[in-house]
């Protein structure tokens, strides 16, 4: 069997860099990617099962690859579904004969050994692990921005959520191994760098150094050749002030904190089990408003949750108001299993879910078309991501994660990872349209 391999993936950013990391280890070992199931003889297939519908979406997935790429194929299944329903999913789809979570990536090498060697199934599946998946081989796509892991698992219990399930308990990196990463992600060319955890926040260093998130953030910004640095996403508990100063005081640090509120009623905040009140909530936005820059704010809010009460619903509303987030996710309860929620009383049903899915979606747009149009005459820095050629157009981003389409005069220049001052002069909700601003300061030279 020749060592070729395909990887689709769902799921969160996290999902996305451990395939990053899973890639580098099998090209390390000798394994060769390639871009379509038909061409490979291992095809992995990393899931997400946050909500019920993306679970479904993997049998459906596993069987669209079992029908259309051949037969003598191996089949593995990666990530949080694979953690959740184990030796389960050998059952529901037979032709599958790898099942691993996430804790058991850096054994991965070691299993298709063992799936080489004539085992027709073979799992990974232990939290036993205490010990972040670190990897010096992660394979990025992504040739500007790196992602870079400092913790896994979650420590909460939220009512609602199959993560603990799936990802384990909390584990941090050494802020030794973090600062080594990103100082070498920095000397390779990448200018911008995003910390991940499920709780980015909640790091805790292993190491005799005891640094805390904010002061792990601050260095990582100091680390020349680095413009930008970003994380997420981080839990209201553990939000604390010396963040904010932190982003105050080091240029680096991106106008952005994601920080997923869920509801804004306490009572649903208490049932969720979100180890905070509205109140405290408020006072971390109230931190990020007062800060010396103008920080974008963003959320994460689940409607339907069992027992919430058009009165609740309409807090959350409240909520938005006054807020003024710059984005959110709008998600609708969806029941998971092993998870308290599962069980509770008074759930919505899914029309009326659907219906308040709506009204917060229409109301947030509202807000976003109002925050928007402000920005208008605005110049923003961008990091230039992309290029829209049909619509002659650049694609930025600015500093609060905003997406920026530009026009610049100079139409041969590869613009593609430089940093470039852009006037806005369209606003939509969802994302900004601009010219380059040319009498700006100059953009710094392409180093990847
Ligand atoms: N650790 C982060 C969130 C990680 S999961 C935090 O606590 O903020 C990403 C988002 O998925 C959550 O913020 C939540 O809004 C949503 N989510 C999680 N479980 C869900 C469920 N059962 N139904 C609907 N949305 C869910
Ligand atoms: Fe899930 Fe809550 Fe952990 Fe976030 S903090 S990952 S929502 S259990
Ligand atoms: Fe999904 Fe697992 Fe991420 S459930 S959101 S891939 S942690």
Redesign the pocket.
Known sequence: MDKTFYIETFG?QMNAHDSEKVVGVLLEKGYREVETPQDASYIFYNTCS??DKAEQKVFHRLDTFKRESGKGKVFGVLGCVAQQEGEKIFARAPHVSLVAGSASYSKLPQMLVRLEAGEKRVTGLKFDEQEAFETPFARRDNPYRAYLTIIEG?D?S?A????PFTRGPERSRTSHSVIAEARQLADSGYTEIQLLG??VNSYRDPSPAAWDFATLLARVGEIPGLRRVRFT?S?PRDFVKDIIDAIDQTPTLCNHVHL?V?SGSTSVLAAMQRQYTLEEYMLRIDWIKKARRNIAITT???VGFPGETERDFADTLNLLDTVEYDSL?N??????PN?AARSMADPIPEAEIARRHVILQEHQRAIQIRCSSLLVGAVEEVHVEGRNKALNQWIGRTSTNRTLNFTHPETDRDLVGTYLPVQVTRAGPNSLVGAAALDGSESIPRVV
Request: hydrophobic share 25%.
């Open positions: 969160c946050i909500r979650c909460k939220c609602y959520c199959v993560v499920q709780n996403t839990h997923p869920q994460d809010i689940i996710f998600f609708k309860y969806s029941p998971r998870t």
